[in-house]
């Protein structure tokens, strides 16, 4: 599960939103913004309190994530030094 952050969500005029699997990083990108953005430089505890209510689950991204294959090595069965028969 996801967690996304909209800034609108905040009753703020504003397109802004971010997605991530991961909350802190939801947290991160939207004190950023509003920092950048909305130019609020304190984010105390109450403006994280009303970052993570705003936050919403949300399915994490289908079908995007690559599973990674475990590393198959082939052709290594080099045979190690068979003398020839004279
Ligand atoms: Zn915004």
Do not use: R, W
């Not at 909209?6 to 909350?23: H, P």
């Amino acid at each position: 599960m996801a967690k996304s952050f909209a800034c609108k969500d905040m009753g703020m005029q504003c397109g802004f939103e971010v997605k991530s699997d991961n909350e802190d990083e939801v947290l991160e990108y939207a004190q950023l913004h509003a920092q950048k953005a909305h130019n609020i430089q304190s984010i105390d505890a109450a403006m994280v309190a009303k970052l993570k209510g705003a936050m919403k689950d949300v399915p994490s991204a289908a079908g995007t994530q690559p599973s990674a294959p475990a590393a198959a090595p082939s052709g290594a069965t080099a045979p190690a030094g068979t003398p020839p028969t004279a």
